[in-house]
């Protein structure tokens, strides 16, 4: 019997294949065997992947299509060494589709030709679905990438690309629109750790039939200077281990002198026309914007180490001092135009003093976006129907005298402080402010006088020039006050923030108020007063010598003319010193020892006549034994140390009869909160080391319910120790001052 000659055709093909598939395999066992480290080490199954558990964890999207066999158009996207093409190869290896690669940088349409022609061939004739990898696939041109798209598009390939840069920027629009992109992070120290393990204990690809031993210092010297690269971290371990002579007993031992020797430096990771280059250069203007010299100093030594033009660097520096600086400090942009003149002439490596002097300068000056505005009037002229030059302002010289030009107009030199007020906008567009000055530096300084200026503009423009201005009512605020109250918010927590706007809401301050604060653990309490009382002034009481060293540095960084008076306790208030404001939040440990006669007199003693209370109170409703016990997660066995809790916690309850008793009218406003405290160790610790005020309280108690309680709270999990808290706020006014209990200031006496 014949065959059709088709039919024949094909059999004759396969049979070839079939003579270099073997004449392959055997190639391709020899390969593997003489294959560096890493390549024998790639992944054959997920289970082996190391990292990536935020798309390849159980139950994500990736793990499970793979699994199914249903991955469709993929382009994965991360540095090298995290395993992109590791992963196509796990997907060759689980799918039922034909599975071929090519690397960009060796193919080109041809190839992709014949790729797609055998793939059309695969699904006629047998339904073979056929999945093509193409690795650095940013590296095929405009023209590549089209060729291959109407494949992609129409299911005859699928897609599975690797690429370094970004895709949205480097890899064709349409290809990223048809495909699905997952982004590979840098390993994880604990991923590369067990990387290496599985390397040295591989008996089939890597050194399990050797004896090779790895300090622990010298692993974890592979594994940060490998920065998450799995590829560089086995190279120098292979390194390592080839380059090294057994022990007698036959052991390869790598020490740490060896581990530096195989991976001496982190290789930055930088490609001036790819991701890195954009992504550093913008990490190193923000940190400018961001006023952090740290980081500016970092990213500039990263760039420059990668070998980054320093004339690009500057350039944008320039830029900087014009969007970021501005008109805070005009002398910025004179700054680095300095520098980069300084670098042009001394050349490298001393040209990199001036390089990093320009981005120190810009980290350390003020910041001001204002120039911005420039933009919101080109907006305005695109936007804007009417644009005509009011009259006053038209050229005098060209038919003046025909069409009344120039008539009105107001020479500003010819007038006080060489300025008058006169209409220069359209008039469709009289109101509008397109520059808006910031508070800081040489604009700070002149923002005031230009709200005035334009409050006068706006009067002229409507002929209502003898109206008053508009006047600010207080200068601007300072700089350097608002970042310390975002320093500080950070440190303290939302809680503690939303609980000094709790004490301070509502309460109407004069520049001249005299205020007195207690229980000052830090300077959160304090920084509304502060801001708002520049000509009176702010008194802290320090409850300890370590509280005062912490808000003496913080004080240090406020404004001279804005830092407070610090005591060390109420004793050490002069005489006569009579405050307008008394205030603060006392806490646990300051209520322990509270005289509140002895309080309300001295307070009473130090107040004016017409003066103000307001004191939070916040004490916990039970101890970590009593919470444990309350969530019903304790035994009998802590109701001693409950029982001691409570006797302990009702010695700090709120005093208010002698307060009313000299004089003062007071409203109290309670409300109740429940902290979740993280178990563990650190919790336990917080509570039952021997130097806390918990334990000292408890004084000679049973050992066993403290061990108890100890292993309870470092057995806690997730849900924590739920902590319920107490919070009264003393609000009052002294209503009725009584002679006997006041201190005269000098003012009273003199009178």
Known sequence: ???????????????????????????????????????????????????????????RLLRRAIKADRVGNLILHGPPGVGKTTLARIVANHTRAHFSSLNAVLAGVKDLRTEVDAAKLRLERHGLRSILFIDEVHRFNSAQQDALLPWVENGTVTLIGATTEN????????????????????????????????????????????????????????????????????????????????????????????AEESIQQRAVLYDKQGDAHYDT???????????????????????????????????????AAGEDIGLADPQAIVVVEACAAAFERVGLPE??????QAALYLAGTEKSNSVLGFFDALKSVREANRQDVPSHLRDANRDGDAFGDGVGYRYPHAYAEHWVEQQYLPTALQGEVFWQPGQLGWEGERRERMAERRAAQLAAAAE???????????????????????????????????LRQRLWEGVSWQRQDRVLLLGCHSL??????????????????????????????????????????????????????????????????????????????????????????????????????????????????????????????????????????????????????VLTLPGGKSLAERWLANDSDYRRMLGSIQPEP?????????????????????????????????????????QTERA
Not at 554 to 570: T, V
């Open 1 to 59: 019997m014949q065959y059709p000659r088709e039919k024949c055709s094909i059999r004759t093909v396969d049979a070839d294949s079939l003579s270099q598939d073997l004449f392959t395999y055997q190639g391709e066992q020899r390969r593997r065997q003489q294959a560096p480290l890493a390549d024998r080490m790639r992944p054959r199954t997920l289970e082996e992947f190391e990292g990536q558990q935020g798309i390849l964890a159980q139950g």
């Open 167 to 258: 895709p949205y920027f480097e890899v064709n629009k349409a290809l990223v629109s048809r495909s699905r992109l997952f982004r590979l992070l840098p390993l994880e120290p604990d991923d590369l750790h067990q990387l290496l393990q599985r390397a040295l204990n591989d008996e089939e690809r890597g050194y399990g039939t050797r004896r090779v031993t790895l300090t622990p210092d010298a692993a974890a010297h592979l594994v940060d200077v490998a920065g998450g690269d799995a590829r560089s971290l086995l190279n120098a371990l292979e390194l390592a281990v080839e380059s090294s002579e057994p022990e007698p007993d036959g052991v390869i031992q790598i020490n740490l002198a060896i």
């Open 281 to 319: 250069i913008s990490a190193f203007i923000k940190s400018l914007r961001g006023s952090d010299a740290d980081a500016a100093l970092f990213w500039l030594a990263r760039m420059v180490e990668a070998g980054e033009n320093p004339r690009f660097i500057f350039r944008r520096m320039l830029i």
């Open 351 to 356: 040209g990199l003093y001036p390089l990093a």
């Open 464 to 498: 209502l020039a003898s109206e008053q201005p508009l006047l600010l009512s207080s200068g601007p605020d300072s700089p350097a006050m608002e970042r310390w109250i975002q320093r500080q918010l950070g440190q303290e927590g939302e809680r503690l923030h939303l």
């Open 524 to 673: 959160l309490w304090a920084l509304d007063p502060l801001r708002q009382v520049p000509e009176g002034g702010v008194t802290l009481i320090c409850p300890s010598p370590d509280d005062r060293q912490r808000l003496a540095a913080q004080i240090d960084l406020l404004e001279p003319e804005r830092q407070p008076q610090l005591l060390d306790g109420l004793d050490a208030l002069p005489s006569d010193q009579v405050f307008d404001w008394i205030g603060g939040r006392l806490g646990t440990v300051d209520l322990l020892e509270t005289d509140w006669t002895e309080l309300a007199q001295t307070l009473t003693g130090h107040a004016d006549s017409n003066a103000s209370l307001r004191l939070l109170i916040s004490c916990a409703g039970c101890g970590p034994a009593g919470a444990l016990s309350a969530s019903h997660t304790a035994e009998t066995s802590l109701s001693q140390l409950v029982e001691q809790e409570q006797s302990w916690l009702q010695q700090l309850q709120i005093q208010t009869q002698p307060l009313e008793e000299q004089g003062w009218s007071l409203n109290t406003d309670q409300w109740d909160e």
């Open 706 to 746: 403290l061990q108890l309680l100890r292993t309870t709270l470092e057995g806690l999990g997730s849900e924590g120790l739920r902590l319920p808290m107490r919070h009264q706020l003393l609000a009052g006014k002294r209503s009725q001052p009584t002679t006997e209990h006041r201190v005269l200031s000098p």
